[in-house]
C-alpha cells in the first residue's frame, strides 16, 4: 500500500478464479469461438434489462477448477451499462466469506458499485468492486471491474490451503 499502514487481518480468502466476462455487441460470434471451436459446454442464460446483459454461461475445466465464461451483449446497445465496452467485462474470483470480504474491504477503503451482494447470474450471491475510486474510496479494481462470488462449501473445501 505504498507506505500506508498495514491493513488489519483480512478475515477471509480468496480462493481462485471463478470467472470471466467477455461482451460483444453480438454474443454469436463469441459463441462460434468459444462453444464451436474451442469446445466450451454451455450451462445457463441469463438475462437481466436492469443491468442491461443477456449473457450464455459456459463452462470450462472440471470440479472446483470449474471456471465460468460469460459470454455477453447488450440488452439494449444504447443504454448502460454497456457489457460489450470494454470486451474483456470483469473477472470473478471464488471468496470464503464474502460478507466479511465486502466489509472488511470498505473499511480499507475499496469502492463497490452500487447493488451491494445479490444473486448473480449463476446463482451465487456476488458483488463488484468498482474499476475507479473517487473520493470517498480511494481504492478500486484500477480499471477492471471485479466480481467477488461467494463459494459454495464444496469449492472452499477443495480449494482451501
Do not use: Y
Not at 8 to 29: H, S, T, V, W
Not at 36 to 55: I, K, Y
Not at 96 to 120: E, H, N, S, T, Y
Amino acid at each position: 500500500m505504498n507506505g500506508a499502514a498495514t491493513p488489519p487481518a483480512r478475515p477471509f480468502r480468496i480462493l481462485g478464479l471463478q470467472q470471466i466476462a467477455i461482451g460483444g455487441p453480438d454474443k454469436a460470434p463469441l459463441r462460434a469461438l468459444w462453444v464451436d471451436l474451442f469446445g466450451l459446454q454451455p450451462a445457463g442464460h441469463f438475462r437481466s434489462e436492469r443491468e442491461n446483459v443477456d449473457e450464455d454461461i459456459v463452462l470450462l475445466g472440471r470440479g472446483a477448477a470449474q471456471v465460468e465464461v460469460d459470454l455477453m451483449q447488450p440488452v439494449d446497445p444504447a443504454r448502460s451499462p454497456r457489457v460489450d465496452q470494454p470486451a474483456l467485462n470483469h473477472i470473478g474470483l471464488w471468496v470464503d466469506d464474502l460478507a466479511q470480504a465486502c466489509a472488511w474491504l470498505q473499511a480499507q477503503g475499496v469502492r463497490f458499485a452500487p447493488g451491494g451482494i445479490r444473486k448473480g447470474a449463476a446463482g451465487h450471491e456476488v458483488a463488484f468492486v468498482h474499476p475507479r475510486p473517487n473520493d470517498a474510496f480511494p481504492l478500486s479494481g484500477a480499471g477492471v471491474l471485479i466480481e467477488l462470488v461467494q463459494a459454495p462449501p464444496e469449492v472452499i473445501a477443495a480449494l482451501a490451503d
